[in-house]
């Protein structure tokens, strides 16, 4: 992933450095400590929302040909946006979130337990049946069966789970008020707190990801175009 050395771009206005992007390891916790190229200590906290970070490693691992990879993440990505989404259901129905972390150990383990609870607080909430999710039986063919994905097989299910998130966003942006989605990305920013220390300072960044617009103006480009401008911008 490519992170923003904030002092490198005001050097770089000055024209003494051309370069202003660091690769850098994916990290959990969204924190990132380094020294870049030009000797500047770079701290920044990312703010992008797990599922947005997920959905990118499984295109760019599609793009490098680890498609095993790619659907693994994809799989994760839609499973912790599923989750996200029941928050900003629960967030809407009750107004808190107080037991929402504790109640969640119970269903952590369980991708299926997690989808029904998904299933029944979006029938709540949206008023609607939950669109019904196909290519199960394929993610458990590649993620527990250790079966090897062709390219046309994994890039059919990256856009099929895009287009679902696609459309649940929708649902979400058109029937739930903008202040829940508001506060709950606030609980995720204060979530990310916890693993900073006393005395430590963070700039705050939000990368541009594949999912970044989808509970902002929701995409009105089509999959291809997306992935076209995504791969555009790998190449810069
Ligand atoms: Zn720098």
Redesign the pocket.
């Known amino acids: 992933m490519l992170l923003l050395?904030s002092?490198?771009v005001s050097e770089y206005k000055n024209k003494k450095s051309g370069k202003v992007f660091y690769k850098v390891q994916v990290k959990d916790d969204g924190l990132y400590d380094f020294i870049?190229d030009?000797g500047?200590n770079?701290k920044v906290m990312l703010h992008n929302k797990k599922y947005e970070i997920l959905f990118d490693s499984g295109i760019l691992a599609y793009f490098d040909g680890y498609y095993r990879e790619a659907i693994s993440s994809i799989a994760t990505s839609f499973e912790r946006f599923l989750e996200y989404c029941i928050l900003i259901f629960i967030i809407n129905l009750n107004n808190n979130y107080k037991y929402f972390y504790e109640t969640w150990k119970y269903v952590s383990n369980s991708s299926e337990r997690q989808l029904g609870a998904f299933y029944f607080l979006y029938l709540s909430c949206i008023k609607k049946s939950p669109p019904k999710f196909e290519k199960i039986e394929f993610r458990n063919k590649v993620i527990h069966k250790g079966y090897i994905p062709t390219k046309i097989e994994t890039y059919d299910y990256i856009k099929y789970i895009y287009e679902v998130i696609n459309k649940i966003s929708k649902e979400i942006l058109t029937n739930i008020d903008n202040q829940v989605i508001d506060k709950v990305i606030m609980i995720s920013v204060a979530k990310q707190f916890i693993g900073v220390k006393k005395n430590e300072y963070y700039d705050g960044l939000l990368n541009n990801c594949f999912l970044s617009d989808i509970f902002v103006e929701n995409p009105n480009e089509s999959f291809e175009e997306k992935l076209k401008i995504f791969e555009g911008t790998l190449n810069k």
Do not use: E, L
Request: glycine share 0%; proline share 0%.
């Open positions: 050395c002092k490198c870049c030009n500047h770079v």
